[in-house]
């Protein structure tokens, strides 16, 4: 069974582009969870999605960042206009769904440079 | 979000025991508290997760203070590959979806 896999793991963007960054969860699960980590810091929740839903976006800048998660394909997240600030990894993570205790399984992270 | 403190750093010899603390002194009932750890240039992996008793799994043990504002992650016999930043997480009964990380304790493994 293939772990959580991200897509691509090193991109460069300059200023002012579109970074899209792909997330496709473990074989069942049907949420995803994005967050970022600036380095020599912890990981930053972002946003929680299920299937075509978003269930929790408080800690999603307001401006430039959107996510989604389609009924079929990977969950991206989108972000435009890119600033320098954005520079981060950005991890997916998943689990089978919510009620008794769910593991989140991690990818191996998106690290995102802007010029 | 309830937080947690760790220690910046500690340092362990291989093959000893290594016991990671954490204080969680605003920890409410309804908290489960979860121990992931990064390596190098990778995402976090689940270690183990406790809510009132003491845990044990392949990978650690994890003892919780009978008031819960502390626990402690016990790795019985350090190798080199436990070298790692392990976080200390809490988060809600109902609501496992939202976590919160903190700055961890990066695990140094001396051979």
């Known amino acids: 069974n293939a772990g959580v896999m991200q897509n691509p793991r090193h991109l460069v963007r300059r200023r002012g582009q579109e970074a899209r960054l792909r997330c496709s969860p473990m074989k069942g699960h049907s949420h995803v969870y994005w967050y970022r980590q600036l380095p020599e810091e912890g990981l930053k929740f972002m946003v929680y999605?299920?299937?075509?839903?978003?269930?929790?976006e408080s800690g999603m800048p307001k401006e430039r960042f959107s996510a989604e998660f389609p009924k079929e394909g990977p969950s991206i997240l989108r972000i435009q206009q890119v600033v320098r600030g954005d520079s981060a990894a950005y991890f997916c993570?998943?689990?089978?769904?919510?009620?008794?205790?769910?593991?989140?399984?991690f990818g191996p992270g998106t690290r995102l440079t802007v010029l | 979000d309830a937080k947690t403190t760790q220690p910046n750093s500690m340092e362990s010899n291989e093959e000893e025991p290594v016991h990671l603390p954490c204080n969680h002194s605003t920890i409410s009932g309804t908290d489960y508290i979860h121990w992931y750890r990064q390596l190098p240039s990778q995402g976090p992996e689940y270690v183990i997760h406790g809510l009132t008793s003491n845990v044990n799994n392949r990978m650690a043990s994890l003892a919780i203070a009978e008031d819960r504002k502390s626990s402690t992650l016990i790795l019985h016999r350090a190798t080199l590959r436990d070298a790692a930043v392990y976080y200390c997480i809490l988060s809600a009964i109902y609501n496992f979806n939202k976590f919160y990380f903190g700055s961890g304790t990066k695990l140094n493994v001396k051979p």
């Open positions: 999605l299920q299937k075509e839903n978003i269930i929790d």
């Open positions: 993570a998943s689990s089978l769904g919510q009620g008794t205790y769910n593991e989140q399984f």
